[in-house]
């Protein structure tokens, strides 16, 4: 049902390709994850949907260039860095972001050149425990065979199948009771075949489980059957390690740059905490534990950044949050701006969705809903004749694409339209299946265009 009458939707996308973090995010043995893109393509089919790829809004073309053409603009860039702890040692040979080792193994340009050193050792630690830390733990300790037939792409294989990595520890500054990860990740890994998992402290859980409430009884079920479990076939093991803060990473000496091992803070539950409470509060206790390792991921986060340009559209952002501030279905507002037409602050035509608009958190379910809020109330905004973008400009034709169309040519640039990523599609999945598997993707934005040229 089309919520505007003859409404046009033009999706800019500074990859040539679409999908964003399903693409370059999801773990390639998630396939069943990326379903969600045959609604994309439902979308794309519409005549009313272009999608031009290979531009970046605020980098290839400034944001000021758009806002003529159109009578709304809807951010929803995600979040392209990632937090930093902020510690010593962060830069040296071996710690690596979880995003860069994620966006490495599914093939994100931007991190192709990586070349993680899976085989200066055997001991990984990862710092967090989110669901990307245990993508990360998984990938890592997945047989070669299995990650095979997955659209992981074939630099990483090769690179996977020389790694000596036998131990992944999976550090929390809290206990299991606050961690983030969700129960499928964390079974999963319980069931890698070949890995064992060290068995958890039965202090950091209350004696009758069945009284928590229902996920954490249910996620600490799986963490003690795991921990009652013995893999006498193992080769590889992991661990889950809990109230511990790193403080700094350690090289071989003070002249090497390779990483050696890890200083983390010991923490304790805060007296008045209750250490089996979701929000429980840990204090530092002063005591440092180190632990050895040759590779470190730090997987604490990924980050949203203000786009170039977004000031002269009087759009603010939080940097502190990470976000376009909005009100709950999605409008922008600019808390400086005063009392604002339907909200506080209220900016005309400028809407936001998905990770820009709420932070970093959230499954692809959850984005999707909080998306369908941002549009839904682009359209009631529009039936009610709210003001948009250029609504007092008495000449304003909104031309759109056609309109923007001109300058991206002027700037030399190579727009990549769905038809286009159509074409990339089909050749990344004729190469993946020479070799067995759904899709061989180009891990360069050169390669990706070259396909149109051929
Ligand atoms: C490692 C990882 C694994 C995940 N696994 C799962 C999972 O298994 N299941 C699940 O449900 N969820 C998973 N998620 C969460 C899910 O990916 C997100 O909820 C969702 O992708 C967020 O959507 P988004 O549109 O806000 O951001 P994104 O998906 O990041 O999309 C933003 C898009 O904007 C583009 N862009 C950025 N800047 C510009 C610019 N200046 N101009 C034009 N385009 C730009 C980017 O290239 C990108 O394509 C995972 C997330 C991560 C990080």
Redesign the pocket.
Same mark, same amino acid.
């Given at each position: 049902m089309h919520k505007i009458k003859d409404a046009v939707v033009d999706m @800019?996308?500074? %990859?040539p390709v679409?999908?964003? %973090? =399903?693409r370059f995010? =999801? &773990?390639p043995d998630?396939p069943e994850?990326k379903n969600c893109q045959e609604k994309f393509e439902e979308v794309a089919s519409s005549p009313r949907f272009n999608f031009i790829g290979n531009?970046?809004?605020?980098?290839d073309i400034p944001l000021a260039s758009l806002r003529p053409h159109y009578d709304a603009i809807l951010f929803? @860039?995600? &979040?392209?860095k990632d937090k930093k702890l902020g510690i010593p040692g962060e830069d040296l040979n071996g710690v690596y972001s979880?995003?860069a080792f =994620?966006g490495w193994y599914n093939g994100l340009p931007e991190y192709a050149g990586l070349n993680p050193q899976l085989d200066a050792g055997e001991d990984a630690v990862v710092i967090g425990q989110g669901?990307?830390a245990l993508?990360v733990a998984r990938i890592l300790l997945t047989s070669i065979d299995t990650l095979r037939k997955t659209d992981i792409t074939e630099q990483a294989l090769e690179t996977l199948a020389r790694s000596k990595v036998r131990s992944v520890k999976v550090v929390g500054r809290r206990g299991p009771l606050q961690a983030a990860f969700t129960i499928k990740e964390v079974r999963e890994l319980m069931n890698l075949p070949s890995v064992s998992f060290e068995p958890i402290d039965s202090s950091l859980f209350p004696n009758e489980i069945t009284k928590l409430p229902r996920v954490q009884k249910r996620i600490s079920q799986v963490l003690a059957k795991g921990s009652a479990a013995s893999e006498s076939s193992a080769t590889k093991k992991w661990a889950l390690s809990f109230l511990l803060s790193p403080k700094s990473f350690k090289p071989f000496s003070e002249t090497s740059i390779q990483l050696s091992s890890i200083d983390f803070e010991e923490n304790a539950f805060a007296p008045d905490s209750d250490p089996f409470d979701r929000n429980a509060k840990v204090v530092p206790t002063g005591r440092t534990t180190n632990i050895s390792a040759s590779l470190a991921f730090r997987s604490v986060g @990924?980050k949203s950044s203000a %786009?170039p340009g977004l000031t002269e559209l009087n759009v603010p952002f939080d940097d502190r949050m990470g976000i376009i501030p909005n009100d709950p279905y999605g409008r922008v507002i600019n808390p400086q701006s005063g009392p604002g037409i339907l909200t506080a602050g209220h900016v005309p035509g400028v809407y936001c &969705?998905?990770?820009?608009k709420r932070g970093p958190t959230? =499954?692809? &379910?959850?984005?999707m809903d909080d998306a369908f809020t941002s549009a839904d109330i682009i359209a009631k905004d529009w039936e009610q004749q709210v003001p948009f973008l250029n609504s007092s400009d008495d000449c304003n034709i909104a031309l759109g694409w056609e309109g923007v169309k001109k300058e991206v040519a002027r700037k030399g640039l190579r727009p990549v339209l769905w038809a286009d990523w159509k074409r990339i599609d089909e050749v990344e999945k004729e190469r993946g299946k020479a070799m067995g598997k759904e899709r061989e993707k180009f891990t360069s934005v050169d390669e990706m265009l070259r396909v149109l040229d051929s």
């Open positions: @800019y996308e500074h %990859l679409p999908y964003g %973090l =399903v995010g =999801v &773990a998630h994850v531009v970046g809004v605020g980098h929803a @860039y995600g &979040a392209s979880a995003r =994620v669901n990307v993508d @990924y %786009l &969705a998905g990770w820009v959230g =499954v692809i &379910a959850s984005t």
